[in-house]
Structures are given as structure tokens and as C-alpha cells.
């Protein structure tokens, strides 16, 4: 079965995407770094990396822009021509400012919204802002059409879903539908102050206090005038996410949950027109054989082969112990093999070191780079 | 085996003598448990709640935002917006904000007239859909409920801890830090008051506390340095444990390692996949080992380890498991 470099043939645009802590900004470095080794110019987005990931790489210095990886680090990773690495880290915050200063009629506008304290607030912490800055960032460096392949490590978020929704939220947020109740029909600053205020809305302002109701409505009068300029970027955005060069690679883990949670994202991704490469699920115990004795028989067979006592059955517990994962592991994956209906699944093993250098990542290579037949030879050699 | 349990529960605490230490930080009243994503937060969440029930104390599991984080333990029990009791004195309860939501606003509002005319309007869930951090500050209001030893909501039972099981990293951070962004965005009023009071809950090193989940590897061991800085410095709030979670057994010494490799080259399958999978986890160990020695040099706080467990998957047993290793 397919390589990952097949799965991404014809693509502008992989996101890689799944819950946190199955390995995302690894798996999205890994294929960063093995597609640029094959002669692509490749630039890997990703919000907070490991810090020793981060090194590895040469990022400590990198602000919110694209920045090339020393070709001296990628060498010896036999990188063929016209294959470059570039990597940037997102800042959220920054690139919401930007968008900010990019929309506002005005330098004032501009002002009037990155100084109202309701802004400060969301502008780092609101539900789907720093999913939303990841495409906007994504949108502006494809815009810019210097890279072969861009590849997006999507911001740790409780639920893969929380990325495909963030633009959507955003722009919701922005046009503030909800707070029209309080704004119609003469405008929610009028009612604040009091005048014909609705018996309702006065109960709420007990409740909430003047203040944060007046902010808010300072708020969204500062951004009234770029609404129409975010919901036109927000469209493009999604479109993008939609294109036919764009496609969506999941990341998930073995575990039951893990492999419930890839399963429902990618029906996600099938409702919303999207396009699936594949999935990587990393840390996978291969079977090191398909009838593993039971500890007695096991320990039997391996006691002539040491002198210490109790060392046989130590060693047979420990293989017992390892297939009783691997037959879970099995099992999951191959329920992720059936709901994806013959989509790629790309499984990267539980390997005997950690991942958080480059080396570590040619060797994560060797298995997202080739046919699934060796990369059982290899997991179970 | 849970017959077993429950048993052992009645008996006076000293009877059961648990490793002989005492865990002084289940006698807070509220715990907060983080980590990064994926090292077992609310499991381990679940075990703290088992154990300060063992200890002899009512506890409550709290877990929130809605399905989405669900554990499968709470799942398969269909835990909701309802405390339900799990096993003796270990409770559980999942936090819906819109439900908070609702509570908040009938403890706040005396008049039914003025509540229902609130509700009608929706006022509150625009509101709230509106402003950034009202949905966890309403949270960690229900929170603070469950804490107090003076219930609001009728018939409520006292609990003697609260253990809350947080989103992840950066999502647990900003949920622990709502109530001051809110205190900022709305200078008076009553949900100023209400702010101010959650946030001092918070800091109150005496009563609450934090509990960081880790796994022994390179990148949660960083995220947990991290992560101890931010709460005691920007959020400030205690940092009372570090919990090691998924240490492998260490089962062989230098000298087996050497008598194991010699596996590799055998050409019978099973010896040879024994060896394969021996090694393998004697590699894994020495690197749990260092990253276990790193993160007792990284963080202040007292580092706990709880073993791996060989379970296909963890549910409530493995849970009680963990609960009687927590030293």
C-alpha cells in the first residue's frame, strides 16, 4: 500500500490533523523534511513545537515567518535537487493584529479595535481564533505561491473537528448575530444608556454589570465596518481548505478512543467536501507473530537459552505483555482500515526512542516513505 | 474484584495502610488535574477521586465542556450534569455551561418572574456566545458550588474534595486564568463580585491546588517544566504533585540486556520476537528512566509515578489500580 509521498502527489496544501498528543507536529515535520529530501520546496507550519524539535530544526529565533532550515542540518539526509525546508511558528495573536490592520478602514478603526479590551481578551483565547489564524497564515503563504507543498501541524485542540469549524465560529463571533438581539432597532449603545431599554436587558445589566455590556457593544460597532472584509477572507479561507490541491492527512493513535476519534473526523471531512489523503497513526506495536504461545510454553521454550533463573519467564512475560497490545492495536486499526473503505493508513512503530531530532525523523521516514510490505519487514525485523 | 474493593473501602483508613504515606495534598479542597494531551488526565483524575475515598473522604470527579472531552470511563457510565455516585464515596459529574449557565442565573436571581424573562429572551446564552470566557468563568462558578460545605443548590451533598479533570495544556491555562480575564472585562457588578470571589478561590494555596499529569518522554517532560512555571507564575496558583504516569517496570539489568540480545540471532520466530520485544523494552525503560530523572530536575513540585498498565484499554479497574499506587 501507498507511500505517504503517493498519498500527497498533485497536493499544494497536507494538514495534518487529530487530537492532542498522538504525534502531530512530529508526523508533520517527518513529511515536511522526507519531501524536501525528494527535491521539493516544502515549508512546515506549526504552533509551539517541542522545544528539542524546535532546536533541531533552527527555529528558536523564528518569529510569525517562514524561515529556511539550514540545508547543513538537512544534509546527509540525501536531499535531492531543489529540495529546501523552510519552517515557520505561528503566532496567533499576531496574525489576528494583522488581519485586524488589514481590514480597518482606517489607522484609527484599526486602533479602536486592538485597543478594546474585549479584543486583547479573544484575540489570544477565544474558541477557534488560533485554528482560524493556522488557515489564515496557511491562505497567505499559498497566496504567495513560493512553496511546492505546505505543510499545516493544526494547534493542539481538544477535538480535530474544532479546526474544520474555526472559520465559521469566527466570523459568527465577528458579525456578533448574537448580540443583534440587543443592538436592533436602535442600536445597542442607545439601550445601554438606558434609554428604552427593554425590561429584559435591564435585568441583565444587574446581572453583568454596565460595563462589560458597554464594551461589548464598543466592540463590535469598532469592527462593524470589516465584517464584510473577514467574511470574504473567512469564504476564501474555507475554500481553500476545500481545494483540489489540499488534503487532509489524520493523525491519530492505536488506542481505542484515538482510533474512534480519526474515525468520526474523517466522516467530518466527507460531509464538508474536503479532501482525504490518508491516516498516520503512530505508535503502533506490529505483531511479532501471529501465535504467540501462552507464558508456560513460551518460558519452556526460551529457558535453555539462559543460565539466570527466572530470566525465561521474565522474557516471555514480556512478550506476552507486548502482544496483548499489539493484538489491540491490530484490532483497531484494522476497524480504521474498514470505516476509511480502502483509504491509506500508514502505520509508524512504537519505536525504542523517543522522536525529537532530525535523525529521529529520517527514521519515522523510512516508514512514511515506502510500501506497507516494508514497513512490516522493517517493524518486525 | 470490585466486591473486593468496596470492602476494603469500609474499613477505618489506617487498616488499609496504603504504602504508609500520607498524600497531605487530597486534604485540599479543590484539586485541578492537567497535562498534556493524551497522558492520561482523566484517569488519572478518576484515580485521585477513588483514593480520597479510600483515605475516607467524599470525593467528586468533575469533568467539563461537554461530550467532546468525555472520558470513556464517565461515558460508559453516562455521567451528566448530575452527580452520580460511581462507587462508595467517589462521585462524578460532568459540567455542561449551559446547564451552569441556567444554575447560575435561579441562585441569582430571587424573583422567578425576572429568571423566566431572562430565559425567554436567551439573553443569557447571546450574551455568552458573545463574550469570551463567560462559558468556563460559569463553569468554574459550578465548581466552586460543589466545593462549598454550605450547598446552594438544594439538597446538596458536602464534599471533602473536588477533583477537576482539565482540558489540555493551553486550553486548561486560559480555563484557570478566566475568572481574572473576566474580573478585567467587567470592572463592577454582581458577576464582577463573582469573578473576583472564583479567582481567590483559585489562589487560595491553602485549599486549592493543581495536580500536572506527565508521561516519562521528551515532549510532555517539557510541556510539564512549562506548564508548572505558568501555573505558579501567571495563574498562580499551588502546584502540589507531578504525576509520572505510564513508567514501564524496570525488569532487566545490564547484564540480562547482554543475554537477550543473543535472541535476535536465533532463528526459532517466537525466541526470536521474545528477544525483539525484550530489548525493546529494556530500550524504552532506560529512556523513561532518564526522562523521569530530568523532570524531577525540572519541576519544584513532588514527582509521584504510577506504572503502565498492560490493559487493552483502561477503564474503572485500571483506575482502582492506579488509585492504591499513588504515593
Known sequence: ?381 | MDRQFSCLWCLPVRQIGLNGRILDFLNKRVLFVTGKGGVGKSTVSIALGIRAAMEGKRAIVVEVSSTENASRIFHQADVGFKEVEMSNDFWAISIDPEDSMREYVLLQLKVKAMRDLLFRSRMFTYLAAATPGLNELVTIGKIWELAQLDRKVKHGRKYDLVIVDLPATGHGISFLQSPRTFANIARMGPIHTQAKQLQAMINDREHSGTVIVSLPEEMPVNETKNLEDQLSDDVDVAVDRVIMNGLYEESFSGADLKEIKRLGKNDDPEIHAAGKAAVSQCSRTASQKEQLERLEGLVKAPVTTLPFIFKPEIDLSCARKLAEEIA
Request: with cysteine.
Open chain 1, 1 to 381: 500500500m501507498s507511500s505517504i509521498e503517493d498519498v500527497l502527489e498533485g497536493n499544494r496544501i497536507c494538514i495534518c490533523a487529530g487530537s492532542g498528543g498522538v504525534g502531530k507536529t512530529t508526523s508533520s515535520a517527518a513529511i515536511a523534511l522526507g519531501m524536501a529530501a525528494r527535491g521539493h520546496k516544502v515549508c512546515v507550519l506549526t504552533i509551539d513545537p517541542a522545544k528539542r524539535l524546535a532546536d533541531s530544526l533552527g527555529l528558536k529565533e523564528l518569529g510569525n515567518e517562514a524561515t529556511r532550515v539550514d540545508p547543513k542540518l538537512i544534509a546527509g539526509h540525501e536531499v535531492e535537487d531543489g529540495g529546501e525546508l523552510w519552517a515557520m511558528m505561528l503566532d496567533a495573536k499576531e496574525t489576528f493584529d494583522n488581519l485586524v490592520a488589514r481590514h480597518a478602514e482606517d489607522e484609527e478603526a484599526r486602533d479602536r479595535v486592538l485597543g478594546n479590551r474585549i479584543y486583547q481578551q479573544i484575540s489570544g483565547a477565544l474558541a477557534g481564533s488560533q485554528e482560524y489564524m493556522a488557515m489564515e497564515k496557511l491562505f497567505e503563504l499559498h497566496s504567495e505561491g513560493r512553496f511546492d507543498l505546505l505543510v499545516l501541524d493544526t494547534p493542539p485542540s481538544r477535538n480535530a473537528l474544532d479546526f474544520l469549524d474555526a472559520p465559521s465560529r469566527l466570523t459568527q463571533f465577528i458579525e456578533g448575530k448574537s448580540l443583534q438581539v440587543f443592538i436592533k432597532p436602535t442600536g445597542f449603545a442607545a439601550k445601554v444608556a438606558g434609554r428604552g431599554a427593554g425590561v429584559a436587558l435591564s435585568v441583565l445589566k444587574r446581572l453583568v454589570g454596565f460595563d462589560l455590556l458597554a464594551d461589548l457593544s464598543e466592540f463590535f460597532t469598532a469592527f462593524s465596518g470589516m465584517i464584510d472584509g473577514f467574511q470574504d477572507r473567512a469564504h476564501r479561507v474555507s475554500a481553500l481548505l476545500a481545494d483540489d490541491e489540499t488534503c487532509f492527512v489524520i493523525v491519530c493513535g492505536p488506542q481505542g478512543d484515538q482510533v474512534d476519534e480519526a474515525v468520526f473526523f474523517h466522516s467530518k471531512l466527507m460531509e464538508s467536501g474536503m479532501n482525504f489523503g490518508g491516516a498516520v497513526v503512530n505508535r503502533v506495536r506490529y505483531r511479532l507473530g501471529t501465535r504467540i504461545p501462552k507464558i508456560t510454553a513460551l518460558t519452556d521454550k526460551l529457558e535453555p537459552e539462559f543460565e539466570k533463573e527466572g530470566l525465561a519467564k521474565e522474557v516471555a512475560r514480556t512478550l506476552i505483555e507486548y502482544d496483548l497490545l499489539a493484538q489491540r492495536d491490530e484490532k483497531n486499526i484494522s476497524r480504521l482500515r474498514e470505516d476509511l473503505a480502502g483509504e491509506p493508513v500508514i502505520r509508524i512503530p512504537y519505536l525504542d526512542t523517543d522522536v525529537h531530532d532530525i535523525a529521529g525523523l529520517s527514521v519515522i521516514n523510512e516508514y512514511l516513505f515506502t510500501d506497507e510490505e516494508t514497513r512490516v519487514e522493517l517493524a518486525t525485523k
